[in-house]
């Protein structure tokens, strides 16, 4: 018989209980419970991790605009200068988006008229960057003056800009001629070579002004119909030809520089010399640099007396004959 039920039922509960919390704390934190340690230190060790995540993400958020930012502003001058050339082709060649942007399109003359030519594919271009010397090497030519029609939708100023290289001449005088806009001359007697020898890049800059139904060019003004009309004029020296070009809305300010040409700023350094004195039209030449090949030759008229023979030969004109009427009588 069971003297003490009561006790010993309320003994069971109490060790069931101990035994709970014990594996609950041996499990670790639990749903409504506390770590060991404490609950102040255990809520602290749960909010470290937190901070730290919230920290690093409220550090993303700050830097996510500035990097959304950035390839814009990367692209900001060659995205604006693409943006502002209404047309562009590579002559001769396929289509090729240079450093700056620009989208040249493929000839539309292909097939057409004229020839294409990749000769200058062998050879690199000077002035030219890497990436953009495909449009100095390949060029198209013909045996008669060519051209390319541009469609302009819109007034205001123009640039028009012809690229060129010679690949195939090494001397001047081999290749010449013009290049008209709308029937005016705007480059007269282009020689490639003269201008900056062989393989090397060169660009013919011309601005223009289309206001009021008129176009207007290095002075002279004409009618303007819609259309540019672009032609490369033959000329007595072989064949006109085109590299590539392009017409940028805006300013000749707004056109990308080929690079530095050494030996175009040495000329330019020696005609600089050339000075004038104050007061006079006479050139003072410099001559510090200029290496002699030999002594001064003596001047061949320094010492010229036929001033002094004149009178002299004028006396014997007019003794002779009359000396021989004399003579007769």
Not at 248 to 272: A, C, I, M, N, S
């Amino acid at each position: 018989m069971d003297l003490f039920p009561a006790q010993r039922r309320r003994a069971g509960r109490e060790r069931g209980g101990c035994a709970a919390r014990i594996g609950a704390c041996a499990a670790g934190p639990g749903r409504g419970r506390l770590p060991p340690g404490g609950g102040r230190k255990g809520r602290a060790q749960r909010r470290e991790p937190e901070m730290v995540g919230a920290g690093a993400r409220g550090a993303l958020l700050l830097l996510l605009p500035p990097l959304l930012l950035l390839p814009p502003l990367l692209r900001g001058a060659a995205g604006g200068l693409a943006e502002s050339v209404v047309w562009a082709v590579n002559a001769g060649g396929d289509a090729h988006v240079d450093v700056n942007g620009i989208h040249f399109r493929k000839d539309p003359l292909e097939g057409r008229v004229g020839r294409a030519s990749d000769y200058g594919m062998k050879l690199p271009i000077l002035r030219s960057n890497a990436e953009d010397q495909i449009l100095y090497q390949t060029e198209r030519y013909n045996e008669e003056t060519f051209g390319y029609e541009v469609p302009i939708k819109e007034e205001g100023d123009y640039v028009l800009v012809l690229k060129f290289a010679e690949v195939y001449f090494a001397q001047s005088q081999q290749k010449v001629f013009d290049v008209r806009l709308n029937g005016h001359v705007v480059v007269k007697d282009l020689d490639i070579f003269d201008r900056v020898g062989h393989s090397t890049a060169h660009d013919e800059i011309i601005p223009m002004s289309i206001k009021k139904g008129k176009l207007s060019v290095q002075g002279e003004v004409s009618t303007f119909t819609g259309k540019l009309h672009i032609e490369f004029v033959k000329g007595y020296y072989d064949n006109p030809k085109i590299c590539a070009l392009y017409i940028l809305q805006g300013t000749v300010e707004d056109v990308p520089k080929l690079q530095p040409h050494p030996g175009l700023e040495k000329k330019e350094e020696d005609d600089d010399e050339d000075e004038y004195d104050d007061g006079s039209n006479i050139k003072k030449q410099a001559n510090k640099n200029r290496v002699q090949s030999g002594p001064r030759t003596p001047n061949p008229y320094a010492s010229d007396n036929s001033s002094l023979m004149f009178p002299i030969l004028v006396a014997f004109g007019v003794f002779i004959p009359t000396l021989f009427c004399l003579c007769r009588l």
